[in-house]
């Protein structure tokens, strides 16, 4: 799992920085048209600190063996899969469609089934060595 949320952060900390900076080119690059008014340009930038937020947890949880990165990982599904369907029907329904738009739901998709996977495993037994 480490390497799981190592990417995850990775990930994260990058979009996240990415709408604090730039929001509105960011969400060109995701749904084709940018943020027009200060409040969705704040509400951009939310976001991009709420990403942050998760990048640093992902970060500094995963050299954690127990209870702490099984939640992380649980909600890191939640997250990856709503992301994923949010932007499949803002592409889909709402016709809203950037460069980035498939991509990022294929990645998130990947990603939600990256954290089920890591969940399915066992923990492998610690080898100890002799003295």
Not at 16 to 33: F, H, I, N
Not at 74 to 80: E, F, K, P, T
């Amino acid at each position: 799992m480490k390497n799981l949320l190592t990417v995850s952060a990775l990930i994260e900390l990058g979009a996240g920085a990415a709408l604090l900076c730039c929001p509105s080119v960011t969400v060109v690059l995701l749904l084709g048209s940018g943020l027009d008014t200060s409040a969705a340009v704040t509400l951009g930038r939310v976001a991009g600190a709420a990403l942050l937020a998760l990048g640093v947890a992902c970060w500094f949880a995963r050299d954690d063996g127990g209870l702490v990165l099984k939640a992380l990982v649980r909600a890191m599904v939640l997250y990856n899969l709503a992301v994923a369907a949010i932007l499949a029907i803002a592409g889909i329904s709402l016709r809203l469609i950037g460069i980035a738009l498939w991509p990022a739901v294929v990645l998130h998709t990947a990603m939600t089934a990256w954290c089920l996977v890591s969940l399915q495993r066992k923990p492998s037994p610690s080898i100890e060595r002799p003295n």
